[in-house]
């Protein structure tokens, strides 16, 4: 039995609000470098965000919103490391609704960071208003 390259090659599906989040992800790491939305008159160049900055921004508004479930809320939309994202990124791409420059390639999103340390292992709770004195 010979399993066909289209087996082989068949593209790993993600849960539709992985999609919906990358998208919130990148306006957010906009909004955190002041970088213009292309839709708000900023140009191409100025708009653009890298694979790493996006990743950053990935990070800090998962850590934000999803705290330590991180990692499971990510894992139930099938991602499992960063250059998930990449693929997210490039399936947006190819179908018209993102934009990339000649210097942007998928493997601006492999191995960029290891989950369990960026999500479990460095995660601080902010406990500064719990104690504070009323």
């Given at each position: 039995m010979t399993v066909s390259g289209d087996?082989?090659?068949?593209?790993?599906?993600?849960?539709?609000?992985?999609?919906?989040?990358?998208?919130?992800?990148?306006?957010?790491?906009?909004?955190?470098?002041?970088?213009?939305?292309?839709?708000?008159?900023?140009?191409?160049?100025?708009?653009?965000?890298?694979?790493?900055?996006?990743?950053?921004?990935?990070?800090?508004?998962?850590?934000d919103r999803y705290g330590l479930l991180t990692q499971t809320v990510f894992r139930h939309w099938g991602i499992e490391k960063t250059e998930d994202f990449g693929r997210i990124v490039f399936d947006l791409i190819e179908k018209g609704e993102m934009r990339k420059t000649e210097r942007d390639q998928l493997c601006d999103f492999v191995d960029v960071y290891d989950f369990k340390k960026a999500f479990d292992d460095d995660y601080e709770i902010d406990v500064t208003e719990a104690f504070k004195t009323r």
């Open positions: 087996v082989l090659h068949k593209k790993k599906q993600y849960h539709r609000n992985a999609y919906e989040f990358l998208f919130e992800a990148l306006r957010f790491t906009q909004e955190t470098l002041n970088r213009g939305m292309l839709s708000e008159g900023g140009d191409e160049d100025s708009a653009h965000i890298t694979g790493a900055e996006l990743l950053d921004g990935i990070r800090r508004l998962a850590l």
